[in-house]
């Protein structure tokens, strides 16, 4: 037989036990109805607040004033290479967006500054050169040779057709915010597109630009030292492993060489004939200008259009044609990215195309009142200049930029108030 206990028994016993688990019972209700933790006191948490904060505190005020983290922060990948053409010891630097700078401070530029944004193939890409070695970074020091205060900022993509540039720098260009937009492009226009490939007409308005980054997200990157460090570890762990994925020696050269030997494999093909026809890609490209136009306009930037040199020509020898890694194919890509049937083009064809290319972009400069260089033929075609169809050595870079120079200097001269 089970004995009960006295009300005010259970309740003693129901106190003890609530003391040793830090639980209160209050003495107006049932003990068995109703029960509450108890207050922690207010001295109490005032102590852990401030242990808490003071190493926060202590953290951001020392990296303010001895090691400020900046807002985006670079990754820095070296590389080695027995490549002729390139320097074999280069250093890349990096920023969000794979966007590489010369002398580009962070926040608001300095008094009579102009800012440069370049965006092209892979010549401004430029992953065998330090950004002062690419055509963009050849061309910075020659502005600055000319007494003008620049920085400059590019980015470079490989197989990428001019819209979906538009697309994909549209976010960077608001965020960077720069005076003058130098569009190097053409190449990959003319080769990427399939033999059946069908023009969209809406095709820009349907590519996502991206959203930008959260308010509250920007803020805090700008007024916290421990957010921008929280984001350095992130990015320096992605840079570690890139540099032990990429910083073997010549593991460029084996990718190049072993891409070359591939598409010297594959059999040729005559081209395809784009003129006259209802999918003719040059009118993609041209939509590909008018949205880098409005682009530049909405963030008052002055547009300046050129045509990217290449190595292609009608009269190509062994030694350039060995270096070629263009390719075309029949039919569009598969989902998977892999390409159906990939062909060499003809030289006559791709020079053929380039050539109505850049008189199309001529006229559309022309129409639009903007600078326009063509930069293909006035580098010389030769192995000196070129590491493949548009791939530039240094000497190419370098040959660029003196031909570049005189169309973009009064641009930036304008810019600057001079």
Request: hydrophobic share 40%; aromatic share 10%.
């Amino acid at each position: 037989m089970i004995k009960h206990e006295s009300a005010a028994l259970a309740s003693y016993r129901l106190s003890e036990l609530g003391k040793r688990r830090g639980v209160c019972f209050s003495r107006r209700h049932h003990p068995l109805t109703q029960a509450q933790l108890c207050p922690v006191p207010p001295k109490l948490l005032r102590k852990i607040f401030i242990a808490l904060a003071i190493p926060f505190v202590l953290f951001e005020l020392v990296c303010w004033i001895f090691m400020p983290f900046p807002v985006e922060p670079l990754r820095a990948l070296d590389i080695s290479n027995d490549i002729p053409g390139f320097k074999q010891k280069v250093r890349v630097i990096t920023g969000a967006d794979q966007m590489r700078y010369l002398d580009w401070t962070a926040g608001d530029k300095p008094e009579g500054t102009v800012r440069i944004l370049c965006i092209g193939g892979f010549a401004t890409q430029g992953i065998l050169q330090a950004a002062e070695d690419t055509w963009w970074g050849k061309l910075h020091s020659r502005l600055k040779g000319k007494g003008l205060k620049v920085q400059t900022a590019a980015r470079g993509f490989d197989r990428t057709g001019v819209i979906l540039m538009a697309t994909l720098m549209t976010r960077t260009v608001e965020r960077l915010k720069p005076d003058v937009i130098i569009l190097n492009s053409g190449f990959d226009d003319v080769i990427i597109h399939p033999g059946d490939y069908v023009y969209d007409k809406e095709k820009f308005s349907k590519l996502p630009i991206g959203d930008p980054p959260p308010a509250w997200k920007q803020f805090l990157l700008k007024v916290s030292q421990t957010a921008r460090f929280m984001r350095y570890r992130t990015k320096d762990s992605e840079t570690n492993k890139l540099q032990n994925e990429l910083g073997r020696r010549d593991v460029y050269k084996k990718f190049f060489d072993e891409k070359r030997a591939a598409i010297q494999r594959l059999p040729r093909h005559p081209g395809f004939p784009r003129a006259g026809i209802a999918n003719d890609p040059l009118q993609e490209y041209l939509d590909g200008l008018a949205a880098f136009r409005d682009l530049a306009a909405k963030n008052n930037a002055s547009l300046i259009l050129t045509g990217e040199p290449t190595l292609f020509n009608r009269f190509m020898n062994i030694a350039e044609s060995e270096l070629l890694l263009a390719y075309i194919s029949s039919n569009a890509p598969k989902e998977d990215g892999t390409v159906s049937d990939p062909r060499r083009p003809e030289p006559e064809w791709v020079i053929s195309e380039l050539t109505r290319y850049a008189g199309a972009a001529e006229k559309f400069a022309a129409d639009n009142k903007l600078p326009w260089l063509d930069l293909n033929g006035q580098v010389d075609r030769s192995t000196t200049n070129f590491f493949s169809d548009v791939i530039l050595t240094d000497a190419g870079a370098e040959a660029a930029a003196a031909v570049i120079e005189p169309v973009v200097e009064p641009v930036v001269r304008a810019k600057a108030g001079k």
